[in-house]
């Protein structure tokens, strides 16, 4: 599926409705470029979770986990992985065969990692469409 939004609003509000459809264990990987609008889209989805609590980008911890959602929401950022290993030492498993919802942003430099089957959100720019322009697509991987 694509999707095409023209503001962060619109952004966050697809992340919302996105949300509703999420089951424990699912496991979604989210690509693009820097300044893209990953965290926008994953703030919306921690509120379609209901989760109230500031969503911000795991950059330096790798991990944040949000337990006061209707579900464990597990939110990644791998931006700054050296290696592997690194994953590893995090206990990535228990988090993407674990009872919530993970959500991994730059998961295109750890695909070798990732279960059989995920979903694939990625976020493109299109300046010729404006500044806020975001195209999103959405797509099953290994199902």
Same mark, same amino acid.
């Given at each position: ?53 500031p969503i ?16 464990? *929401? %597990? ?5 700054? +992985? ?6 590893? &030492?995090?206990?990535? $498993?228990? @988090? *993407? %065969? ?5 959500? +991994?942003?730059w998961a295109?430099?750890?695909? &070798?990692?990732?279960? $059989?089957? @995920? ?19 959405? $797509?099953?991987?290994?199902?």
């Open positions: 599926m694509i999707y095409e939004t023209y503001s962060a609003k619109e952004t966050q509000q697809l992340g919302r409705k996105f949300a509703e459809q999420i089951k424990p264990g699912n496991v979604c990987a989210l690509v693009g470029d820097l300044g893209v609008g990953k965290t926008v889209f994953t703030q919306g989805i921690a509120q379609g979770l209901g989760i109230r609590e911000c980008s795991p950059t330096f911890t790798i991990v944040q986990v949000y337990e006061e959602g209707r579900m464990p *929401f %597990y939110h990644f950022d791998v931006y700054r +992985i050296g290696d592997l290993e690194e994953m590893e &030492e995090i206990g990535y $498993e228990d @988090y *993407f %065969y674990g009872e919530g919802f993970t959500m +991994i942003e295109d430099l750890i695909l &070798e990692m990732m279960p $059989e089957q @995920y979903q694939k959100i990625t976020i493109e720019k299109n300046l010729e469409k404006g500044f806020d322009y975001r195209r999103i697509t959405i $797509e099953q991987v290994g199902y």
